[in-house]
C-alpha cells in the first residue's frame, strides 16, 4: 500500500521541520542570528489516466485523468534576512548593522567569511576582532594609549590620544552584500562563506549604495519571534500526528485484507 510510503516521507518531512524550528528557538539570543524555514514539494506521481487523453472514438478526452501523489520532500532551508532588533551594550567596540551589508572577518585558513555579528573585541595588539579573534577586514588597530574610539555611522575609526587635540582616523570598516544571500553558507560561529548561489561579494562603505549603516555601542538581535516559533512547532506537531495516523489506518487495512485472504 502506497499510503504507508507517503505517510513517511510527510513524518521525515515534519521532523526535518522542527529541527530547524528548534534550532531557530535555540538561536534566540545569539547575536546577528537569521532564522531559517523549511520549505517542501511533493514528489513525483504516479498517473494511472493521463487527462486529456483520448476516451472515445468520437473525440472526447478525460478532463481531469488521474494521479496519485507519492508524498513529500524538503525542498530547501531557507534563510531569512530581516532586520533584528537594534540592542545596547555599551561596549565602544560593539557595532551592529542597520540595513544591507555583513562585516568581513578572516578566518584562520585565510579565507574571508562574513558576518552579521558585530559583538568584536580588540586582542593583545590592538587589532579589532570576533569573540573567536578573527580579525575583522579591513585590518584595524586601536592605539594602546587611546582614551576614546569613536566609530561614526560610516564605519571611520577615530581614536582620542593623550595631548593631540584632534582625533587621528586609525581605519575604515567595509560591508559586504551579495546578490543572494540566502546562497551563502553557514560555518557557525556567525560566519557564512560564499558560494555559487550567492554570488560574488560587492564592498562598500557603510551608508553608500545601499548598504546599512553602523550603530556603535548596539548588537544586532536575532531575528526570531518566539511566537511565530512556538505557533510553527504546533503546526509542524500536528502534521506529524497526523501522518502517523494515516499509517495506523493503512496498517489497520492492511490488516483487514490480509484476513480476508485468509
Known sequence: MQALRTAATGMAAQQMNVEVISNNIANMNTVGFKKQRAEFSDLLYQTLQQQGAQSSDQGTVVPTGVQVGAGVKAGSVYRIASQGAMTSTGN????????????????PSGDIAYSRAGNFAINDQGQLVTQDGYQVQPAITIPQ???NVTISQ???VQVTQPGVATPAVVGQIELASFTNEAGLSAQGSNLFLQTAASGAPVTSTPGLQGFGTLMQGYTE????????????LIV???????????????????????????
Not at 548593522?97 to 555583513?102: E, P, T
Not at 502534521?239 to 495516523?245: F, L, Q, T, V
Request: no cysteine; net charge negative; aromatic share 6%.
Open 145 to 147: 594609549n587611546a582614551t
Open 236 to 262: 509542524a506537531q500536528r502534521a506529524y500526528e497526523m501522518n502517523s495516523k494515516v499509517i495506523t489506518t493503512a496498517d489497520n487495512m492492511l490488516g483487514v485484507a490480509n484476513q480476508v485472504k485468509q
Open 221 to 232: 538581535a536575532s531575528n526570531v519571534d518566539p511566537v511565530s516559533e512556538i505557533t510553527n
Open 92 to 107: 565602544p567596540y560593539d557595532l551592529a548593522i542597520n540595513g544591507r551589508g555583513y562585516f568581513q572577518v578572516l578566518t
Open 154 to 156: 560610516t564605519g571611520q
